[in-house]
Nanobody
């Protein structure tokens, strides 16, 4: 079993910054993909940024230049640094990970979601 725990959400004024963290714990052999999604009220969940082990990061067009995703593989943790926040960034932010578990689990990749953390940007 794998758990994702997010932290760092909150209320910030437009133009401000927030840093989200997500730590994966449990029976982890390796974490292949770590990503952040968000869901605003009345809208579908959308990808904000993802980072694949050994590869570069990808960002949604709406956040390019304002958001940086990074990961610490030793801690199985992913970060999302968000700068110059806008009211339209207001949403629940979810951590997502694709994990290969340790034996005796089957050698397959499993997807996990965190419970979400609220980010509110006031104008």
């Amino acid at each position: 079993q794998v758990q994702l725990v997010e932290s760092g959400g909150g209320l910030v004024q437009a133009g401000g910054s927030l840093r989200l963290s997500c730590a994966a714990s449990g029976s982890i052999l390796r974490v292949n993909v770590m990503a952040w999604y968000r869901q605003a009220p009345g809208k579908q969940r959308e990808l904000v940024a993802q980072i694949i082990s050994g590869s570069s990061a990808n960002y949604a067009d709406s956040v390019k230049g304002r958001v940086t995703i990074s990961r610490d593989d030793a801690k199985n943790t992913v970060y999302l640094q968000m700068d110059n926040l806008k009211p339209e960034d207001t949403a629940v932010y979810y951590c997502y990970a694709v994990v290969r578990p340790t034996p005796p689990h089957l050698p397959l990749d499993y997807q996990y979601w965190g419970p979400g953390t609220q980010v509110t940007v006031s104008s």
